[in-house]
């Protein structure tokens, strides 16, 4: 499957931003879908995923409660509403796509990747 993230942008600290994750190739309801961000000198860090049938979440600690993920099969596409935006938010944001519902917050059990769009958050 081929992943485009997109929907970055700037952003003052407390707004909003909504990212997209279009997907195209093998059937995308066959995927659990997840977001990862890197920020500069940092590893990429989980900051939520969601499965199939979009019923079932999980969030990092850090966005729970500003962020939430969700997805529409029939679009083929993949979004991560972020409110509330700080500057420690700052990053590239990744979208992925694991065939299996294990260890979904690994980077490394991810099969494929977007190639990133990039966040910033002005204080």
């Known amino acids: 499957v081929q992943l485009q993230a997109s929907g970055g942008g700037l952003v003052q600290a407390g707004g909003s931003l909504r990212l997209s994750c279009a997907a195209s190739?093998?059937?995308?309801?066959?995927?659990?879908m997840g977001w990862f961000r890197q920020a500069p000198g940092k590893e990429r860090e989980f900051v939520a995923y969601?499965?199939?049938?979009?019923?079932?979440?999980y969030y990092a600690d850090s966005v729970k409660g500003r962020f939430t993920i969700s997805r529409d099969n029939a679009k083929k596409t993949l979004y991560l509403q972020m409110n509330s935006l700080k500057p420690e938010d700052t990053a590239v944001y990744y979208c992925a796509a694991r065939a299996r519902s294990r260890n979904l917050m690994d980077p490394t059990s991810y099969d494929y990747w977007g190639q990133g769009t990039l966040v910033t958050v002005s204080s």
């Open positions: 969601i499965l199939w049938s979009g019923d079932s979440t």
């Open positions: 190739g093998r059937t995308f309801s066959n995927y659990a």
